[in-house]
Structure formats: C-alpha cells, structure tokens
C-alpha cells in the first residue's frame, strides 16, 4: 500500500499588526511589529509543547518540530495536522501513535532558543549516527556564498516592513527554494525541514542561511535535514562549534557583504581570486 502524506490545514494569520509609537523626535506615528502568538501542539490528544511563533506557515512548523526533536521519522507516520488559531492550538494525528512517548519527551535540556527553549536530551545521543556528504561532494564556491547572503538581505519580508524577527532559507546553489521567518531562528529552521519532507527535498546538495547566532541546537537540527553547509549573519557559540567540527559539517559566521568568517569545514569552499581580491 502506497504511504501517503499526511492531510494539513491552511490556517492563517496577521504576521504583523499596527502600532502607535511616538519617535525620539516626539512625533507620533504609526508603524508596524510582528504579532507573536503561542501554538500549543497535541499529538494524538496529549498536550507536547507551546511553541511561541509569527504563524507563517504552523502546519510545517509543527512537522519540522517532531522530526527535528525525534519524535517520528517520516511525515508519513503522521495522518493530519489540523492549526486552529481561535484555540491557539494544533492537533497532530498519527497512524500508529508514538512509541515511548511519555519516557521521550520526559527527558528535556534547557538551550537559548528564542520560541522554543527545550531540546529533547534524546537528539544529543543521536549526533554520533548524523553523517553528511564529504567535502569533496559538496564544494560551494565564494561567488555562491556572497550571492546567497546578498539575496537574504534583499528579501522582501516582515524583517523589513517590521524588524524583531529571524529568517532561514534554503538554496540550492544561488537559486532560493524557500525563506521563513519568525520570532525564534529555530522555529524558522524547523519550518524549512517540513517543507523538505513534505516536497521529498534532500539536503544534501544544499545551503542553509540564518539570520540568528548557530548554536548547538541550530547545528544539529540542520544536521539532522542533512545539510552541509550553514551560513549566518550572526554568530557562532562554542558548542555549536564543537558540534559542527564533530559532524564535519561547513560552518560559516558574519557572513555580511562580501564579508564572512569560516569557523570550521573550509575545505568545502571554493576561494576565488578575483572576489578574494575585493573582500
């Protein structure tokens, strides 16, 4: 029998809302803010988490959560997520229940996520089974990489009509194949990791680009959609290091311009003069 995908709502929602501010100059004006909302997530009627998020596309969100925490293997495993915004709610329906799932969720690490906050204790035994291309299979080269940033910062989103929120994208070579944003960058890394396993997308050939810091919890849930190459405006923690070095994965930092710092994988790049020349 044919596994299917599982069913998803539609649900939308104001991203942003007006606001009366009164600026340094003591003028008052109108302006707008990103409209966070809380998304408290069921899975097969047990309560699992409360998710703090712009609601730019929830019923992706909540895919990428339990594949990035875990939790399940396959979109197909789950039947339907239905988002209702009037409950701020989200209820995931599975084929055959998760196994475990009191003792899986029970176990959880405190970590700097915006949004988020918690990462299942589970996932950081499970680093030692995530393994990427080589190097050699995934070369990208300097004109890639300052396309790829030069194109997050033309994007045309509530970053810039509001500010106050992350961006995550996913390319394949310069081509974008798709941007998120919201309140908290690992909302928006798990909301690309839905939509890959909805569309049957491989990360392996592919970049990945944040606008927040790569933490230890950013590394691994871009390890676990198989990327091998993650860019950021921002920064890099130590242990987000430690695990990128430890994956083998390329891992890139104040990536502004023509500017970026690589902090580990380099020999995934390809260094071209003349852009060295004006860096």
Known sequence: MRETLPRLTEA?????QAVDIVDAAGVRRTLEIPAERPLTLYVDKRELVTLMTLGQAPELLVLGYLLNQGLIERVQEVASVTVDWEVQAAAVHTHAGIEDFAQRTARRIVTTGCGQGTVFGELMDDIGRMQL?????SQVTQG?????????RQYPGVYRRAGSVHG???????RLLQLVEDV??????????????????????????????????MVMKAARIGVPVVVSRNGVTAMGLALAQRLGMTLLGRANGRRFLCYCGDERIVFEAELQALS
């Not at 995550?168 to 310069?174: C, D, I, V, W």
């Not at 569309?199 to 050939?205: E, I, Y």
């Open 144 to 152: 890639t990489l300052l396309a790829i940033v030069e194109t997050m």
């Open 133 to 137: 291309p080589s190097a050699h299979e």
């Open 168 to 174: 995550t994208a996913l390319f394949h070579g310069t």
């Open 12 to 16: 939308t929602c104001e991203l942003t």
């Open 184 to 217: 908290g960058r690992h909302n928006a890394v798990d909301t690309i990791s839905g939509w890959m396993a909805m569309h049957g997308v491989q990360g392996s050939d592919k970049l990945l680009m944040t606008t927040g810091r790569l933490t230890s919890e």
